[in-house]
C-alpha cells in the first residue's frame, strides 16, 4: 500500500476528461484530481503522516489556482500545471 494526498475538484470539464482519456493510462483508475503529496510507502506510518501533514497545512488557508499548459515529467507523466494566486 502506498498514500498519497489528492484534491478531488468539484470542476466538471469535458476538456480535461477527454485529454486524460488519450493520455492518461490511468484515466479509469482515479478521477481527475490535483495531487498535493506524491505517494509514499506505507512503511511511514499513517499516524506518523496524518500528523506531519497537520504540522504542515494547519496554518495554510484556502488558496485559488489558475491551470495553465502542460509539463511531461521524465517517466513519462503529463501534468496541468498550477499557478497560484
Known sequence: ???????????????IHQFRKKYDPQVDLIAPHITLMFPVP???????????????LC???????HLQGVRISSDDNLFLMCQGS
Not at 500500500?1 to 476538456?15: G, K, N, R, T
Not at 496554518?59 to 489556482?65: A, G, H, T, V
Open 42 to 56: 506505507e512503511s511511514v506510518g499513517e499516524d506518523n503522516l496524518v500528523r506531519h501533514l497537520e504540522r504542515v
Open 1 to 15: 500500500m502506498i498514500y498519497a494526498l489528492v484534491h478531488y475538484s468539484s470542476i466538471e470539464s469535458p476538456h
Open 59 to 65: 496554518n495554510w488557508q484556502p488558496f485559488l489556482i
